[in-house]
């Protein structure tokens, strides 16, 4: 017997969620909106970044172009390489991504020019006064707007302190009850069982009985707030309930995390039986890309990517870490070796940057769980370490070019 992942209940509550919000095709034409600059920067304006924001416009018209490396290294590319592309995580709100942008406008005239990667993950709890008082809005103006990223990656944490009325919705709304408790600061957050930490098991995925609900939620009113169209997903629980959430809201998709530990071929074809669980009906899936655990070896990885190809769900990629953070896994860790590998197999991949190999002081998962006080305190030492995990990046794709593989960048790259 064949059992469905989702039962009726479940859909039912995931499509109220959705109505409550005004449907499928509201949700989906409010996010494109507040994704358009001139939108953007009038909110930004209104709520007092207008300032941050004239310096960022001219710190990126300064970030370097990659045209003067092709051309002074005589670069020709092999379209039978892979492809790879460029992707820096740690962009730990807008303090941080605008001190990363002060040292990357900067960088050609220090000799250590930075090309702005193509993606950017954030590990930053989606709180209430960093969707609504427009903090998350001004680093998603400055990284997908100013820079023009292809995908900046948001974190949907189950467990983030929320104003009650906010768990009060989801109930009302699905007629399910969501368990919380206080936090000293007089908001509530779901009930962690099996972790103590605040943000629980490396980033709230404790996602028991009906947490992803609150997942879905906070997806919902930060894509509606911002215009933030990608999201990081932890658990197996989230990735069903995203993949069905998703279906008929093309412009919203999702990032499989390497928490996951999708670290076998055993595990990658659960996830590929998921996502053709609930398939567009243009046989896309919400699922963007998928992080292929630290463990695996690189003919894993080439594996699991020709058995995507032999699935024929469409328009997803694979990523691998290179360099990680220092209590993320072994000591000098370097998968760099083994991307060679991947794209010499024809293989595209996107090649990860937790960190730059180098144990810098904010270049911990510390840095993902700091309070909003800490967070603007430490701010210059994440945007320095953001600047040199981007650095060890750009070292490492110009090799890849000078292989004859073609990079992805940012927009302002080119």
């Given at each position: 017997?064949?059992?469905?992942?989702?039962?009726?209940?479940?859909?039912?509550?995931?499509?109220?969620?959705?109505?409550?919000?005004?449907?499928?095709?509201?949700?989906?034409?409010?996010?494109?909106?507040?994704?358009?600059?001139?939108?953007?920067?009038?909110?930004?304006?209104?709520?007092?970044?207008?300032?941050?924001?004239?310096?960022?416009?001219?710190?990126?018209?300064?970030?370097?172009?990659?045209?003067?490396?092709?051309?002074?290294?005589?670069?020709s590319?092999?379209?039978?390489?892979?492809?790879?592309?460029?992707?820096?995580?740690?962009?730990?709100?807008?303090?941080?991504?605008?001190?990363?942008?002060?040292?990357?406008?900067?960088?050609?005239?220090?000799?250590?020019?930075?090309?702005?990667?193509?993606?950017?993950?954030?590990?930053?709890?989606?709180?209430?006064?960093?969707?609504?008082?427009?903090?998350?809005?001004?680093t998603?103006?400055?990284?997908?707007?100013?820079?023009?990223?292809?995908?900046?990656?948001?974190?949907?944490?189950?467990?983030?302190?929320?104003?009650?009325?906010?768990?009060k919705v989801?109930?009302?709304?699905?007629?399910?009850?969501?368990?919380?408790i206080?936090?000293p600061?007089?908001?509530r957050?779901?009930?962690?069982?099996?972790?103590?930490?605040?943000?629980?098991?490396?980033?709230?995925i404790?996602?028991?009985?009906?947490?992803?609900?609150?997942?879905?939620?906070?997806?919902?009113?930060?894509?509606?707030?911002?215009?933030?169209?990608?999201?990081?997903?932890?658990?197996?629980?989230?990735?069903?309930?995203a993949?069905?959430?998703?279906?008929?809201?093309?412009?919203?998709?999702?990032?499989?995390?390497?928490?996951l530990?999708?670290?076998?071929?055993?595990?990658?074809?659960?996830?590929?039986?998921?996502?053709?669980?609930?398939?567009?009906?243009?046989?896309?899936?919400?699922?963007?890309?998928?992080?292929?655990?630290?463990?695996?070896?690189?003919?894993?990885?080439?594996?699991?990517?020709?058995?995507?190809?032999?699935?024929?769900?469409?328009?997803?990629?694979?990523?691998?870490?290179?360099?990680?953070?220092?209590?993320?896994?072994?000591?000098?860790?370097?998968?760099?070796?083994?991307?060679?590998?991947?794209?010499?197999?024809?293989?595209?991949?996107?090649?990860?940057?937790?960190?730059?190999?180098?144990?810098?002081?904010?270049?911990?998962?510390?840095?993902?769980?700091?309070?909003?006080?800490?967070?603007?305190?430490n701010?210059?030492?994440?945007?320095?370490?953001?600047?040199?995990?981007?650095?060890?990046?750009?070292?490492?794709?110009?090799?890849?070019?000078?292989?004859?593989?073609?990079?992805?960048?940012?927009?302002?790259?080119?």
């Amino acid at each position: 017997m064949k059992y469905t992942l989702l039962r009726d209940v479940d859909k039912k509550a995931i499509d109220a969620l959705i109505e409550f919000y005004g449907g499928a095709k509201k949700i989906s034409e409010i996010t494109k909106e507040m994704r358009e600059y001139k939108k953007r920067k009038e909110v930004l304006k209104e709520k007092g970044f207008g300032e941050m924001m004239e310096k960022a416009e001219e710190m990126a018209s300064r970030f370097p172009r990659v045209k003067s490396f092709e051309e002074s290294e005589g670069i020709s590319y092999n379209e039978d390489l892979g492809i790879v592309t460029a992707q820096v995580s740690g962009f730990q709100g807008e303090d941080a991504t605008f001190r990363f942008m002060e040292r990357v406008s900067d960088s050609a005239e220090t000799g250590n020019e930075v090309f702005a990667p193509a993606e950017m993950i954030s590990i930053m709890a989606l709180r209430e006064e960093y969707v609504y008082e427009g903090g998350l809005l001004a680093t998603l103006a400055m990284t997908e707007s100013l820079i023009g990223v292809d995908k900046f990656c948001n974190t949907s944490f189950v467990s983030t302190p929320l104003q009650e009325e906010r768990f009060k919705v989801i109930e009302d709304v699905t007629g399910i009850e969501i368990p919380t408790i206080p936090t000293p600061d007089g908001l509530r957050q779901v009930q962690l069982i099996n972790q103590g930490t605040v943000f629980g098991n490396l980033g709230g995925i404790e996602v028991s009985n009906y947490n992803y609900l609150v997942y879905i939620d906070g997806i919902i009113r930060t894509a509606l707030t911002t215009g933030s169209d990608f999201f990081l997903n932890p658990s197996w629980s989230t990735i069903t309930a995203a993949c069905y959430f998703g279906r008929d809201i093309p412009n919203i998709q999702f990032k499989i995390s390497m928490l996951l530990a999708t670290q076998n071929l055993i595990q990658f074809r659960m996830l590929l039986n998921i996502m053709q669980e609930y398939l567009r009906v243009d046989g896309t899936t919400p699922i963007y890309e998928i992080n292929i655990g630290n463990a695996v070896r690189p003919e894993t990885f080439i594996q699991c990517s020709r058995e995507l190809k032999e699935s024929e769900i469409k328009n997803v990629s694979l990523c691998a870490h290179i360099r990680i953070n220092p209590d993320l896994g072994i000591e000098d860790f370097n998968w760099f070796n083994n991307a060679k590998m991947v794209i010499k197999a024809s293989e595209n991949l996107t090649i990860k940057y937790e960190s730059d190999g180098e144990s810098r002081e904010m270049d911990t998962m510390e840095a993902y769980f700091l309070s909003p006080s800490e967070l603007k305190e430490n701010a210059s030492k994440i945007g320095d370490v953001l600047y040199y995990k981007a650095l060890r990046c750009t070292k490492d794709v110009k090799e890849f070019m000078k292989m004859g593989a073609r990079v992805n960048f940012a927009r302002c790259v080119y």
